[in-house]
C-alpha cells in the first residue's frame, strides 16, 4: 500500500485533517521556538538536538541507564531538551553536592509528574509542593509524629507485631514458592496503615476482595507515577489534553481510594471533636492530623503520599538486598553469624538492630547497586543560576543520577561487584552528607521518612535471616538470578523475586 493509499483509507487526507496538521505543527514550532539552540547559551553540555524534539527520541525505557551512558561522554553535568523542557543530570558526586547542598535554596523547586499534577491536591503535597511555608509545616509535622526517634521508639510495637506475621505466614507455607514482592508490600502497607490510621488493611493470606482491590489501586497510582514519556510534560500547548490519559488515570484511583478512607477519617474526626477527647487518646498519625484542623483534602493527600512513598520504595530497597544475599550466601552467612553473636535471641527486636554492623553493611552495598530511585525525585530551578560553571535555567528539571554514581569506577572499585567489606570500618554513610551515596537525597528535600525506612530494612532482613534458609525455585543457580531492572519512580525487578523459604534450627 502507497502512502496515498493509506492516506485516504484511513480518511487522512480530508482538508481538514491536513488544516489541523498543519496548525499543530506551526503550534509546536512557536512554542518550542524551533531554533531554540540559540537561546542555549552556557548549558551544561549534551549530544546534539533535533528541532521540535529536542533528545526526546533517546531517553528510551531506562532513562537512568542513557542518562549515565551520556554522563561518560560529555561529564558529570549534562544537559539535554526534552520537547521544550531543559532537563540537567548531575552524575557525580562533586556535581550532585553542588545542586543538592551548595545551590540547594535556588534548586529545590519540584518537577511535578503529570500524574501529580492535581489542582486539589498540590497544596497539600510532602513531596510535590515547592519549599513555601504550608510544606514545612507539613515536614516538621510528620517529623515530629512520625519519623522522630520518641515517634519511632512508640511505632516499634506495630512494626514488630506485623512482622511476626509475616513470620507465621511463611512458617505455614515452608517448601512453597513465594512472590517475595508481593508479601513484603503487604507486611509494610500494615504497618504503615497501623502507624496511620490504627487499622491494617490488607492480608497476607487474602487472594481476593476488598483488600486486593486496594493493593491493586495503591501500586496502580505508583505506576502511573512513574510514567516516562507523557507528552504534555514536553509540550505544555498539549498539556491541558492528558493525550496519555495518566492525570486522569491516576485522578480516577485516587477517587476510589479516598472514597474508602473517607468514611474512617470521619470515623475519627467525630471522636475528636467530641467534648470527651483528649490528647492523650490519640492512637494514630490520622488522630493528629484532626487535633491540627487538616480538611479530608489533606489528609488524603498526606497519608497517600506516606503509604506510597513508605512501601514503593522500602519494599524495593529489601527485594534488591534480598536478591543480592540469594546470589552471595557468603555474606548471608555472615549475618547469619554476626545475629547468633551479638543477639541471639528467640526474637529479634528494634531495639537490637544497631549491633547488627555487617546487616548495615551489606544494606549500604546494596543501596550503592540498586539505589531504590535512581535519579531521585526531579528538582527544578527556581531561580537560574551557575553551576560548575554552566547555566542552569529558571525552571530547568534536574536530576541526580544515584544509579550512574554507585557504578562509577572513578568513585568505588570494582562498581559491578556487590561487596559490602567496603563499608567494613568506612564511616561512609546515607545520611545525606556523603555525596558518594544518597539514597535518601540530600538537602531541604531529602527524604524526611529515612530513620523509619532503614529501620524497617534492618529489621525485616535480620528477621528473615534468623528466622529462615532462603532457596530458589527447581534448585536454580543462584548465581545466575535475573538482575535485570524496570524503571519506574522505583526500581524495581523486571522479575519477580520468587524464593521458598525452609525454617531453621537456631
Known amino acids: 500500500m502507497d502512502i496515498t493509499t493509506f492516506l485516504k483509507d484511513n480518511n487522512l487526507s480530508s482538508p481538514l485533517f491536513i488544516l489541523s496538521t498543519i496548525i499543530f505543527i506551526l503550534l509546536l514550532v512557536k512554542q518550542t521556538k524551533l531554533f531554540y539552540f540559540k537561546s542555549d547559551k552556557n548549558l551544561p553540555p549534551g549530544p546534539s538536538k533535533c528541532p521540535i524534539i529536542g533528545n526526546l527520541h533517546q531517553v528510551g525505557d531506562k532513562p537512568h541507564v542513557t542518562l549515565a551512558n551520556l554522563a561518560k561522554r560529555y561529564g558529570p553535568l549534562i544537559s539535554l531538551r526534552l520537547g521544550k523542557q531543559v532537563l540537567v543530570v548531575a552524575s557525580s558526586p562533586e556535581a ?31 513531596m510535590w509542593s515547592d519549599s513555601n511555608q504550608t510544606w514545612k509545616n507539613l515536614r516538621n ?24 506475621k509475616l513470620l507465621d505466614f511463611l512458617r505455614k507455607k515452608q517448601g512453597q514458592v513465594i512472590n517475595m514482592e508481593d508479601v513484603v508490600f503487604t507486611t509494610l502497607f500494615n504497618t504503615l496503615s497501623s502507624i496511620i490510621f490504627a487499622k491494617e488493611f490488607l492480608d497476607l493470606a487474602e487472594e481476593n476482595g476488598t483488600h486486593i482491590w486496594l493493593k491493586e489501586l495503591m501500586l496502580k497510582v ?11 510534560s514536553f509540550f505544555p500547548i498539549l498539556e491541558r489534553f492528558d ?22 477519617i470521619e470515623e475519627r474526626r467525630a471522636h475528636v471533636n467530641s467534648s470527651t477527647w483528649s490528647s492523650e487518646q490519640a492512637q494514630s498519625f490520622l488522630d493528629r492530623l484532626l487535633e491540627n484542623g487538616f480538611s479530608n483534602n489533606q ?7 506516606l503509604m506510597a512513598a513508605g512501601t514503593n520504595t522500602t519494599t524495593t530497597t529489601i527485594i534488591w538486598a534480598m536478591s543480592e544475599l540469594v546470589r552471595h550466601k557468603e555474606f548471608m552467612s555472615k549475618i547469619e553469624e554476626e545475629i ?74 570494582n562498581p559491578l561487584s556487590f561487596n559490602p567489606e567496603r563499608f567494613i570500618n568506612s564511616k561512609l554513610d546515607f545520611k545525606g552528607q556523603d555525596f558518594e551515596l544518597l539514597p535518601f537525597g540530600s538537602g531541604r ?23 529462615f534458609d532462603w532457596e530458589l525455585p527447581n ?32
Open 96 to 126: 550532585a553536592k553542588e545542586i543538592l547542598k551548595t545551590h540547594d535554596r535556588l534548586l529545590s523547586g519540584r518537577s511535578v509528574p503529570t500524574a501529580f499534577q492535581q489542582a486539589s491536591l498540590l497544596p497539600h503535597s510532602l
Open 141 to 164: 509535622l510528620c517529623r515530629t509524629e512520625m519519623f522522630s526517634a520518641k515517634a519511632l521508639e512508640s511505632q516499634s510495637r506495630l512494626r514488630e507485631e506485623n512482622f511476626v
Open 222 to 232: 505508583i505506576e502511573y507515577g512513574g510514567r516516562v514519556k507523557d507528552f504534555g
Open 243 to 264: 493525550l496519555h490519559g495518566t492525570r486522569k488515570g491516576a485522578m480516577k484511583q485516587f477517587k476510589k481510594i479516598f472514597a474508602y478512607w473517607e468514611g474512617i
Open 299 to 305: 489528609i488524603f493527600q498526606l497519608t497517600m503520599e
Open 340 to 413: 547468633k553473636n551479638e543477639i541471639n535471641p528467640d526474637q529479634i527486636f528494634n531495639s537490637q538492630l544497631s549491633k547488627l554492623t555487617y546487616l548495615q553493611a551489606c544494606i549500604k552495598e546494596s543501596f550503592r547497586l540498586h539505589p531504590p530511585v535512581p535519579l531521585l525525585l526531579p528538582h527544578k530551578a527556581v531561580e537560574t543560576c551557575e553551576v560548575m560553571n554552566y547555566t542552569v535555567p529558571k525552571n530547568a528539571k534536574i536530576l541526580v543520577n544515584l544509579w550512574a554514581m554507585g557504578r562509577d569506577p572513578k568513585v568505588w572499585d
Open 445 to 467: 528535600r531529602m527524604c524526611p521518612g529515612m530513620p523509619s525506612g532503614i529501620k524497617t530494612v534492618e529489621f525485616m532482613l535480620a528477621c528473615l535471616i534468623h528466622e
Open 475 to 506: 534448585g536454580d543457580d543462584p548465581s545466575k538470578l535475573d538482575m535485570n531492572e524496570r524503571f519506574g519512580i522505583a526500581l524495581k525487578r523486571e522479575k519477580p523475586l520468587m524464593l521458598i523459604f525452609k525454617q531453621r534450627n537456631n
